[in-house]
């Protein structure tokens, strides 16, 4: 009887635990279902079916939007039953919320619900959806889509303004300027003739705001209608001298500026008129970007030292490097180096420049710790060279273990590795290079210094191959593990265009074969550097029938495109076959963000990896594509 009295106890506990738990529809669901702005979200996600099934540790990251992104709260979300529950507060300003959820030790890894994002809507006091959601929505969907993991989608952005417009007629001047800046992208044929129709409603206001005669003053210069422009940039000027619109005016004055002087004359205008003006970390940055570009290296130091605080340690490091390959003196490069860590240093532990909307605390600690380790990087790289070695190597430790926190740098491990065999630090150097490797970050420059090491401690080489085989082994597992992570299955948008020597060139020429399309342009640096990793892939390949590459170049800002590419492509004798995409639309059919841009389109023509970008290490990037489009095969 005891016994039948003690399970009937459980068994009603069981049901009163469990019935009264966290009840999760679906992968994602909120309470309440009608949030206003300002108050707490509850998040329920259950990872069942995504990337993150069978994580113990999830994060959600709330994208808060109003006419801009606003902000990006990331909250550590607690394990309850099969899935996880979260809760953030938006802004009182916001207009909606998109959610992505990410591994909490690798952020890489994230389901941002095939990057269409998990939309939060928000609500007034009568249950509407907030006036702004769909327009802000659409500024998101276009210009802050990567920062969101969002697919960049120019129509689907045009779509919800026009929905929004028709919708709420009153905030439509709030995002004129976001509207007019993505027709400029997407309906450049169209655009002025739009903008003018926009402005001639806007005149007929009989009392104008600020944002009002801004956007009048901005846009009529835009379309070339300067005497318009002049008269409602003098209203601005005197109506609103302090405002937004005052301050751009003026900020286009810098812009204009040529020289490093005239651009610092124009800064200390500015800087009088609007001293609390958050445009002024731009121009501080752009100057030392204007001196570094004239080679005044003498002046960027004085910049720098005369104005702490006021720089973005990224600036310094593009500096510092550009000092060392252009065999500036070594004391006045060491001098600014050491400046640069200092400041960097500080702007790591005590920010003085605001955080990016666009990331959130723990990503801002990381990035800061990345600049920082850049900087490191070059003071390190002087003062070895300098023959400061112990104290060089100590800093680029420093340098490795800060840029790892973000993405690593592959210059710097390569370095690294070679100063620690160079210093006859062979122990350390096989434990650090041996780690680069099997993390995914080996090179040929690394397996020749862990090699030199090896032998240096034991003597020889033998079993040498077996031990970096290992790390190898490690490393390759690791990639094709989160290739399969990465892995889509998209149809390709069809085209036919034509290549350098006058053919008519369709994807649906390839069908049963793996064909890789890479988008570049011969304006990109990162295109270019990834050029003679790409050959290496082609060379490999060469033999067999059932792959092929295709180069689309886009993008280009000459006059005469075909030769252009023709000339580049002649002059590094690339074995390309290069196609031409002379009015962008093959390009902005395959919905690319940035370049360089690779495909891989299997037998049957859908897409199944994306890959944008170059990490800077060609050894990796032919690997990958090698792995690419073996998985692509099936």
């Known amino acids: 009887m005891k016994f039948l009295k003690a399970l009937l106890i459980i068994i009603i506990f069981s049901i009163i635990f469990y019935g009264c738990g966290p009840k999760f529809e679906g992968t994602f669901s909120i309470s309440p279902e009608k949030p206003k702005p300002g108050e707490e979200i509850t998040v329920m996600y259950d990872p069942a079916g995504t990337q993150l099934e069978g994580k113990d540790n999830v994060d959600l990251i709330a994208y808060l939007y109003s006419t801009e992104l606003e902000d990006a709260v990331g909250i550590e979300m607690k394990k309850e039953g099969k899935g996880f529950i979260g809760k953030f507060t938006s802004l009182p300003s916001s207009f909606g919320v998109v959610v992505k959820f990410v591994d909490r030790d690798n952020y890489e890894l994230k389901d941002n619900n095939n990057k269409e994002g998990y ?6 006091d009568s249950g509407i959806t907030v006036a702004g959601s769909k327009a802000g929505l659409a500024v998101g969907y276009y210009f802050w889509a990567t920062a969101a993991g969002l697919n960049r989608d120019g129509d689907k952005a045009l779509q919800l303004f026009n929905e929004a417009f028709i919708e709420n007629p009153e905030i439509k001047n709030e995002f004129l300027d976001s509207y007019f800046n993505l027709l400029l992208r997407i309906r450049p044929d169209e655009v002025n003739s739009i903008i003018q129709s926009e402005l001639t409603d806007l005149e007929q206001h009989q009392e104008l705001s ?5 956007l009048l003053a901005k846009w009529y210069a835009r379309i070339n209608n300067i005497e318009k422009s002049e008269s409602y940039k003098s209203k601005i000027y005197g109506q609103y001298p302090n405002g937004k619109y005052a301050q751009e005016f003026e900020f286009d004055k810098f812009n204009k500026a040529q020289t490093g002087k005239d651009k610092l004359a124009v800064m200390k205008e500015f800087r009088d008129k609007f001293p609390d003006s958050k445009m002024l970390t731009n121009m501080y940055n752009g100057i030392l970007l204007t001196y570094r570009q004239e080679s005044n290296f003498e002046d960027a130091l004085s910049l720098t030292k005369s104005n702490p605080n ?4 990224f600036y310094f490091q593009r500096t510092v490097s550009s000092m060392i390959n252009a065999g500036t003196d070594k004391q006045l490069t060491l001098a600014f180096a050491e400046e640069a860590v200092k400041q960097a240093s500080r702007f790591y532990n005590e920010p003085y420049l605001e955080k990016s909307p666009g990331e959130t605390e723990k990503e801002w600690d990381k990035s800061r710790a990345f600049y920082l380790g850049l900087n490191e990087f070059r003071y390190g790289q002087l003062l070895f060279e300098t023959g400061s070695q112990p104290e060089a190597i100590s800093i680029l430790e420093s340098a490795v273990e800060n840029t790892s926190k973000l993405y690593g740098d592959q210059d710097l491990f390569d370095y690294y590795g070679s100063v620690l065999v160079e210093a006859g630090e062979y122990q350390k150097a096989l434990e650090a290079i041996s780690r680069f490797i099997e993390e995914g970050n080996g090179s040929a420059s690394l397996e020749e210094n862990l ?3 090896y032998i240096a401690v034991n003597g020889s080489d033998a079993g040498y191959q077996e031990y970096l085989g290992k790390f190898l082994s490690a490393a390759e597992t690791e990639m094709l593990a989160e290739l399969k992570s990465k892995i889509i299955n998209e149809p390709a948008p069809q085209f036919t265009l034509t290549d350098l020597d006058g053919n008519q060139v369709s994807l649906s020429d390839y069908k049963g074969k793996i064909v890789l399309v890479d988008f570049w342009a011969t304006w990109c640096g990162p295109c270019l550097q990834s050029f003679p990793g790409l050959k290496t892939a082609v060379e490999i390949f ?7 590459f295709l180069f689309v170049n886009a993008w280009e800002r000459v006059d005469n495109k075909e030769e252009n590419a023709r000339k580049f492509i002649e002059a590094n004798n690339y074995p390309f076959h290069v196609l031409l995409d002379l009015n962008n639309e093959v390009i902005t059919q395959f919905k690319v963000e940035g370049i360089p841009t690779k495909f ?3 037998a049957d023509q859908n897409i199944r990896f994306k890959s944008i970008g170059y990490s800077g290490n060609l050894d990796q990037m032919v690997k990958e594509i090698e792995l690419m489009i ?5």
């Open 630 to 634: 073996e998985l692509a095969r099936g």
């Open 542 to 548: 060469k033999d067999d029938n059932s792959v092929e």
């Open 600 to 602: 891989i389109i299997d």
């Open 210 to 214: 600020e944002t009002e005669t801004g």
């Open 310 to 313: 006021k720089i973005h340690p």
């Open 451 to 453: 090699k030199q090491a």
């Open 119 to 124: 939309l939060i809507n928000l609500f007034d």
